[in-house]
């Protein structure tokens, strides 16, 4: 039997910051345990996904009329076709072809528990020019109102034992690869925790490996910005979303600009230059917070690298729920590509505009004015 795992969109090995996709990697041993014997492979070539006999697909919202249209050739042909990830899990009833599978494919309870990732499911071409990825934890404790972390796990945190998260790390090792993102939803969520990883990392000596994390602005201190530098953590990002200490409050963060500001500092005094994300167009955003968030960002120019994207409504988050109720959208006939992420790409004219504080045009206009910053 032949097993295909599959991705739209892309998986462009040029792209700058290309990384192998984990959660197939993840995914390939788990079936493997549940089909012995099969030959499982990952392709995003339409007649070679088309030509196995069972098609594994993970979807992603704004790629699901591709994801649909892919289901209708497979069905067609008689195929077997199944798909996860956090679209359908929220949003079953929108995959019109094949099976629906909802949540972590792991055991809810000890998401670790599974074998290690199977790098091998990728041809040796994509690997090349790849970043490589791994996760030490799964869920997150807060719940913003644009991410749909909370509702995938119910609202809960998997930190893994130190253990499972060093065999990970130790298999890339193996293979030779010198950079890992941990992508991890919250990486330093607890002190405690990071203290025996990295106490880990570096009596295994694998701290000449370069890191990238993700953090929140409440979780770092000395004392972590410390254990990040004694493990090689090079590259620090974090969600600071608005300018605005309003729109932070609207969106759930449960963070203040100042505090933002202060982790920014804190990450520039260990020499990092801090990636750091901004959302606009949430319900609420004026004319006059978006002109805090251009502040916020100019007052960092130079220092750091700022990364700003309109905000949109992903189904499994309470942003969601509030855009259907504001559009009452026919979920039969809507056009998953208005979801877009792609913030410099972005198609505007199907844009679904969520404040009634401003208008598309404002939001138009910072882009154009950010990205000229
Ligand atoms: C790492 C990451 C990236 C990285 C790397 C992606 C990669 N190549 O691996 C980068 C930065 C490149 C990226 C890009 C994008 N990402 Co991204 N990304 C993530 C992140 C943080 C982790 C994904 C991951 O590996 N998880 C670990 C694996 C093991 O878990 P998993 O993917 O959820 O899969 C599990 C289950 O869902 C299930 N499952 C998943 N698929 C399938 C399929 C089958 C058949 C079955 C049975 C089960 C199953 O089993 C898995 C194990 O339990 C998630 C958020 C998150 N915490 O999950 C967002 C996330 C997946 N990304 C998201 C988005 C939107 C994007 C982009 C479209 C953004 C953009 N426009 O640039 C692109 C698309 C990239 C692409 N071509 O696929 C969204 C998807 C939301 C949605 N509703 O679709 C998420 C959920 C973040 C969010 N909440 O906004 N991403
Ligand atoms: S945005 Fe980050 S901090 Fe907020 S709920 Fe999602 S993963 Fe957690």
Redesign the pocket.
């Known amino acids: 039997m032949r097993i295909c795992l599959t991705l739209p969109f892309a998986c462009d090995p040029k792209a700058a910051s290309f990384a192998l996709p984990y959660g197939i990697a993840v995914i390939a041993p788990i079936l493997q345990k549940q089909h012995p014997g099969a030959d499982i492979f990952f392709s995003t070539n339409e007649n070679e996904v088309l030509s196995a006999d069972i098609i594994y697909c993970s979807g992603m919202s704004e790629a699901w009329d591709i994801v649909n249209d892919l289901g209708r050739k497979a069905i067609e042909r008689g195929k077997k076709f199944v798909v996860g990830g956090q679209h359908v899990t929220a949003l079953p009833q929108t995959l019109r072809y094949g099976e629906a599978f909802r949540g972590p494919l792991e055991n809810f309870e000890q998401p670790w528990a599974n074998p290690l990732p199977d790098w091998s499911i990728f041809p040796t071409s994509l690997h090349s020019n790849a970043k490589y990825i791994v996760m030490s934890s799964r ?6 109102r ?5 509702s995938f796990w119910s609202g809960r945190y998997f930190p893994f034992p130190t253990n499972r998260v060093i065999a990970e790390i130790r298999q890339l090792a193996h293979m030779g690869v010198k950079e890992i993102i941990l992508f991890d ?2 990486f330093t969520a607890n002190a405690s925790r990071l203290r025996s990883l990295v106490e880990r990392i570096v009596s295994e000596g694998l701290n000449y490996i370069r890191y990238s994390c ?1 953090v ?1 602005a409440d979780t770092i201190s000395n004392e972590v910005l410390d254990l990040l530098q004694a493990m090689n953590v090079v590259n620090a990002a974090f ?1 600071a ?1 608005s300018g605005s200490d309003i729109m932070l409050r609207v969106m ?3 963070t203040t600009c100042d505090k933002n500001q202060k982790c920014i500092d804190l990450l520039l005094s260990y020499g990092y230059s801090p990636v750091f994300s901004m959302v606009i167009g949430f319900p609420g955003e004026s004319r006059s917070t978006l002109q805090q968030t251009f502040d916020f960002i100019a007052h960092n120019k130079g220092k750091c690298l700022p990364e700003v994207y309109p905000v949109q409504p992903l189904p499994g988050t309470w942003l969601w729920d509030y855009f259907t109720n504001k559009y009452n959208p026919d979920l039969n006939s809507f056009d998953w590509s208005s979801l877009s992420l792609r913030g410099n790409t972005l198609d505007w004219e199907k844009y679904h505009l969520l404040s009634d504080s401003c208008t598309i045009d404002d939001l138009r206009e910072f882009m154009a004015l950010a990205s000229s910053k």
């Open positions: 869920g997150c404790p807060f719940k913003c644009f991410c749909s972390s909370s939803d919250l993700l929140r969600g979303e759930n963060k449960q």
